[in-house]
């Protein structure tokens, strides 16, 4: 079993010029991440910068769960608090239906 850990810290600017920097842990297992779906991922959560927090943290795991199978790719994404799991062909087209879901429960929790 191939398991790949980053830790990255990127620098958000917010309104009024004030920065943020979100704690975003990926772990990649049974495959080796390529640099080009770690940069896709910290574009992609750049949609979340007015919901989160500084201090929040965010958890990606990544897996191939049947190597000959379509849809084999499972994403989990946990997110101050929040939870979405999915499962596709690719690891883009789980992360966006995770973060698509993750906006929804952000929205409702923003509402109540």
Same mark, same amino acid.
């Given at each position: 079993m191939c398991?790949?850990?980053c830790?990255f810290a990127q620098?958000?600017l917010q309104?009024?010029?004030t920065?943020t920097?979100m704690?975003?842990t990926i +772990?990649?297992?049974?495959?080796?991440?390529?640099?080009?779906?770690?940069q &896709?991922? #910290?574009k992609?959560?750049n949609? $979340?910068?007015?919901?989160l927090n500084?201090?929040?943290?965010?958890?990606?795991?990544?897996?191939?769960v049947?190597p000959q199978? +379509?849809?084999?790719?499972?994403?989990?994404?946990?997110?101050a608090?929040? &939870?979405? #799991?999915k499962?596709?062909d690719? $690891?883009e087209?789980g992360?966006?239906?995770?973060l698509s879901?993750?906006e929804?429960?952000?929205?409702k929790?923003?509402?109540n």
């Amino acid at each position: 079993m191939c398991k790949k850990s980053c830790t990255f810290a990127q620098n958000f600017l917010q309104t009024l010029k004030t920065d943020t920097i979100m704690n975003v842990t990926i +772990n990649a297992v049974n495959f080796e991440m390529a640099d080009k779906l770690e940069q &896709f991922i #910290e574009k992609k959560m750049n949609r $979340f910068e007015r919901h989160l927090n500084a201090d929040d943290k965010v958890e990606i795991r990544m897996s191939v769960v049947k190597p000959q199978t +379509n849809n084999n790719k499972e994403v989990k994404i946990k997110i101050a608090g929040l &939870f979405a #799991e999915k499962t596709a062909d690719t $690891f883009e087209e789980g992360i966006d239906a995770c973060l698509s879901a993750m906006e929804s429960q952000l929205e409702k929790r923003k509402n109540n």
